[in-house]
Structure formats: structure tokens, C-alpha cells
């Protein structure tokens, strides 16, 4: 039999452990790359699903599929209620120029809305409108059905004599004060 013998390649197990360690680092490094590339591409897609829903929503356009309300739409794409109504914040905030695109993108979504949440100037006016409704009890049955069948005209009335007939209210004042000192 023959006696084989190796020879030595010149490179010993630390010498390969080195090169191997060199090549998961290099890996490591193209692994870390391509996901940041990637976040950075799904955050330009969810900035342009950010607007695309913030425009079906402002323009109603859910509704040419026959949904009733923008929670409709949501639900059959399933999407979470919670996710598109965060986005939406950020889509108004962006309009408003509270936060703009590059935020997002440097910072990410969560830490834009915590900003929108943080910030007092973020929070929507109220729809609702600010002058509290009058009330007010009518003596006259009649009176009272016609003004609430005519509610709008009532405002106006109120509204333009306060406004524009300022002495013709200050004689029915002092008629008004006459009539109950007398009782």
C-alpha cells in the first residue's frame, strides 16, 4: 500500500476562519443593506397608499363600488380600522405641513405620530359649531309650531334685527321692562 500524504495549501485553520469570518461580515453587511433598501421602498408604498386613501376618502370616491361609508371600503380590502385611521392623521398632518414626507421617511410612522399626538396644534377643530344652540319657551302653541317648522328663518330674524335694527329692538326692550315691572 501507499502511504499518501497531504500537503499543506499554505493556509492553516486560523488563516480560514479569518476568510470565513470575512465573508459572513461582507454577507452580514449586503444582508443589512438590502433590508434597509427594502424599508426604504415600503416606506415610499405606504406614502403613496397614505394618499391614495386619504384622497378616496376626502373625494368620496368609495363610493362609484357602492360602499356606503369609508369603513365599508376598509373592511373589504382588510384593512385594520386602527392602521388607516393613523395614517390618515399622518396624511393630515402632511397637508396641514405639520409633518412632511421626508420626516416620515427618516423617522418612520410611529415616531411621526407620536409627534402629531404630542403637538397641541395637531388636534382637529371640532365640526360641531362653536355658538351654542338658543333655547328659549314659547307662550303661543301656534307660534311655536310655526317657528319650528322654520327654524332657519327664526336665526335669521333674531340675527337681523340684533344686527341692523338696533333701535327698533331697543323700543321692544323697554316695552318688554314696562310689562314686567308692571306685573
Request: glycine letters at 2%; one cysteine or more.
Amino acid at each position: 500500500m501507499k502511504n499518501i500524504t497531504l500537503n499543506s495549501r499554505g493556509l492553516n485553520d486560523d488563516k480560514l476562519m479569518v476568510i470565513s469570518d470575512k465573508e459572513h461580515l461582507t454577507r452580514y453587511e449586503e444582508l443589512k443593506q438590502n433590508i434597509k433598501n427594502n424599508l426604504k421602498k415600503q416606506i415610499f408604498f405606504k406614502l403613496e397608499n397614505i394618499r391614495n386613501l386619504k384622497e378616496i376618502r376626502d373625494n368620496k370616491y368609495y363610493k362609484y363600488d357602492g360602499y356606503k361609508s369609508f369603513n365599508q371600503f376598509i373592511l373589504d380590502y382588510n384593512f385594520s380600522k386602527t392602521q388607516i385611521y393613523a395614517h390618515l392623521k399622518l396624511a393630515d398632518a402632511m397637508e396641514t405641513g405639520l409633518i412632511e414626507e421626508q420626516d416620515i421617511i427618516q423617522n418612520g410612522i410611529n415616531q411621526c405620530l407620536e409627534v402629531i399626538r404630542n403637538n397641541k396644534n395637531a388636534i382637529k377643530p371640532s365640526k360641531q359649531n362653536p355658538i351654542k344652540p338658543l333655547r328659549f319657551q314659547l307662550k303661543s302653541e301656534v307660534c311655536y309650531a310655526y317657528f319650528k317648522e322654520h327654524i332657519k328663518l327664526a336665526s335669521f330674524l333674531l340675527e337681523k334685527i340684533y344686527c341692523s335694527k338696533k333701535e327698533w329692538l331697543e323700543e321692544i326692550i323697554q316695552e318688554f321692562e314696562e310689562l314686567r315691572s308692571n306685573k
